[in-house]
């Protein structure tokens, strides 16, 4: 499998101009390769991939200062824009469009002549880049991208590991060994006992609730820096377009963008590797993101949130960690129902966070009710 670690640089300046030139020809790739599509397409020519490549390689004979650059991210410009194609064949997406001044700077390159020491990164045509910290994982390298956040230079190395063994309890030999010495039941009722299901509920004041009552906190970081935000925004909108100053303001408000999103990622991979530390299975609703955004009153906070980011970090950890998922139906009323009887309770509002059982009178805190629900279900589906 396929395991990625972004890891910051620590260039030098001739370094950055270099990294400036390599995405500048990566995008000078992609728009090329984009027109000749768009040209061939309007005369009923479908161009595939190699077709494009082979059309930019001897359009690029044409410019001297191609040769001095890293081919392979022409390469991997055009793989992109053939993926961005099969999106748009597949109607995923809408037809790709050129990439213009001022758009995210990245550019791919390959494994070869990439080598990882310490910290430290050797890349084609540039050499050693420092790194602030070594590699995570062992084994052979894929790719490498290169990309720029707000003012801090990242390198994504790609690398292929060996598929993780699963660390479920009932599946390894210590634990059949450890439970014919003791008195402790069969090794699935020693899997439940150590490391048991675990139910997760999602919201925007509460970032995840467990079936157990832990609620992990949204630290909520664009409503922190919202009223900042905004007035080093205004403040770039009265700067003369493209001057010195407007560049200086427009990294202010980069910097600021890029502290807010470290906090919101710092809040989910806490959060997702303390819940994944004792769980046998994970059990989670299905969110329809796009329909959420849809309500004007919750919007924000739900984009501040990122609970489809959340979710995302959680499936992949789970994954790496050989931790089964159960996702329940979009349709499933995890929060209506009652986790003790079973009746479902239609006339429940967003602001009522105590939730109340008529028929049976529990009273509890409704996240912590839709958890054990999805608990409930994932012990359930483990039954049958």
């Not at 992609?30 to 309007?42: I, M, P, W």
């Not at 080598?115 to 050693?128: A, N, Q, T, Y």
């Not at 790719?143 to 720029?148: A, E, H, K, P």
């Not at 509890?364 to 629900?373: E, P, W, Y």
Request: hydrophobic share 35%; charged share 25%; glycine share 4%.
């Amino acid at each position: 499998m396929i395991k990625t670690h972004k890891i910051a640089l620590n260039p030098n300046r001739d370094q950055i101009a270099w990294f400036y030139q390599q995405c500048g020809y990566a995008k000078f790739a992609y728009n090329s390769a984009l027109s000749d599509f768009k040209g061939e397409l309007a005369s009923d020519t479908f161009l595939s991939k190699n077709r494009l490549a082979n059309r930019f390689n001897q359009k690029k004979k044409t410019f001297d200062w191609t040769e001095a650059q890293d081919q392979r991210a022409a390469k991997y410009a055009i793989d992109n824009l053939g993926q961005a194609v099969d999106n748009w064949v597949a109607k995923r997406v809408g037809f790709p469009k050129f990439k213009k001044r001022g758009c995210k700077h990245s550019y791919t390159t390959d494994e070869q002549s990439v080598r990882m020491e310490g910290k430290r990164i050797k890349l084609p045509k540039m050499g050693w880049v420092k790194t602030f910290e070594a590699l995570r994982f062992h084994g052979k390298i894929v790719s490498v991208t290169i990309s720029r956040t707000a003012h801090r230079w990242f390198a994504s190395i790609s690398v292929e590991v060996q598929p993780p063994i699963h660390r479920c309890p009932a599946s390894s030999d210590f634990v059949e060994w450890f439970a014919s010495q003791v008195d402790i039941g069969t090794p699935q009722q020693m899997e439940r006992s150590i490391y048991p299901i675990i139910g997760i509920d999602v919201g925007i004041s509460t970032l995840a609730t467990l079936d157990n009552g832990r609620k992990y906190e949204n630290p909520k970081p664009l409503r922190r820096y919202e009223r900042k935000l905004a007035r080093e925004q205004r403040k770039l909108s009265r700067k003369v377009f493209l001057s010195q100053n407007w560049y200086k303001q427009k990294r202010k408000v980069e910097r600021l963008h890029y502290r807010i999103t470290c906090i919101r990622g710092n809040a989910h991979h806490q959060a997702t590797t303390d819940i994944l530390k004792c769980a046998s299975k994970i059990s989670i609703e299905t969110l329809q993101v796009t329909n959420l955004l849809k309500n004007r009153k919750l919007s924000k906070a739900l984009s501040d949130a990122a609970l489809g980011g959340f979710l995302e970090k959680l499936k992949t950890k789970a994954k790496s960690l050989g931790i089964p998922i159960v996702q329940a139906d979009r349709f499933f009323a995890s929060s209506k129902n009652c986790s003790r009887c079973g009746v479902k309770k239609e006339a429940l509002t967003l602001s009522d966070r105590q939730y109340r059982c008529d028929p049976c009178g529990m009273s509890i805190d409704r996240d912590v009710n839709a958890a054990i629900n999805l608990r409930n279900l994932a012990a359930g589906h483990a039954e049958n």
